[in-house]
T-cell receptor, first 113, second 111 residues
Framework: EAGVAQSPRYKIIEKRQSVAFWCNPI?????LYWYQQILGQGPKLLIQ????????DSQLPKDRFSAERLKGVDSTLKIQPAKLEDSAVYLC???????????FGPGTRLTVL | LAKTTQPISMDSYEGQEVNITCSHN???????ITWYQQFPSQGPRFIIQ???TKVTNEVASLFIPADRKSSTLSLPRVSLSDTAVYYC????????????FGTGTRLTVIP
């Protein structure tokens, strides 16, 4: 079974630029998560989708971050404009449903200069 | 959500058994205890989950006392490849809207 796919794996941008990350969850998984992991810290949930609806986006900085999962399958996370403090690894995870084990992708490492 | 407390780091020699203890004093009746492992440049990977007493799988054992206010992840005979960060999480049975990973325990296995 294919795992969670993410692209790109690495991205370097300058502050105030825009960036987008893509995630394709495991087939059949209804729940999709985006996490931000700053170096030396544990992952922090940004947003959780159940199919194409948002369940929790309480920790998403909505002035600059946005995410969508229009068809309830793959998802994109966008940052516009980026700040230096956005440098982190962005992890996507999926689970069969909200109460089930989460499976993580390899992450996208973002560096903002 | 119940937060967890675990040691920041541990060292162990190859071949030893490693026990990582996690405190979760505010755990609720319907919460499960779940452990994830994270290698550098990878996403976290599920290791084991339990509710009470003892759970064992091919990778680890999880010991949970009767009051459930703590849990211990036991890794038998660690090897260099077990060097990773281990996260203890408390997950509601109905599913968590905001899993709290904390900083985890960085295990270093020494040859």
């Amino acid at each position: 079974e294919a795992g969670v796919a993410q692209s790109p794996r690495y991205k370097i941008i300058e502050k105030r630029q825009s960036v987008a990350f893509w995630c394709n969850p495991i087939s059949g998984h209804a729940t999709l998560y985006w996490y931000q992991q700053i170096l030396g810290q544990g992952p922090k949930l940004l947003i959780q989708f159940q199919n194409n609806g948002v369940v929790d986006d309480s920790q998403l900085p909505k002035d600059r971050f946005s995410a969508e999962r229009l068809k309830g399958v793959d998802s994109t996370l966008k940052i516009q404009p980026a700040k230096l403090e956005d440098s982190a690894v962005y992890l996507c995870a999926s689970s069969l449903n909200a109460a089930d084990t989460q499976y993580f992708g390899p992450g996208t490492r973002l560096t903002v200069l | 959500l119940a937060k967890t407390t675990q040691p920041i780091s541990m060292d162990s020699y190859e071949g030893q058994e490693v026990n990582i203890t996690c405190s979760h004093n505010n755990i609720a009746t319907n919460d499960y205890i779940t452990w994830y492992q994270q290698f550098p440049s990878q996403g976290p990977r599920f290791i084991i989950q339990g509710y009470k007493t003892k759970v064992t799988n091919e990778v680890a054992s999880l010991f949970i006392p009767a009051d459930r206010k703590s849990s211990t992840l036991s890794l038998p005979r660690v090897s260099l490849s077990d060097t990773a960060v281990y996260y203890c999480l408390v997950v509601p049975q109905t599913g968590a809207n905001n899993l709290f990973f904390g900083t985890g325990t960085r295990l270093t296995v020494i040859p």
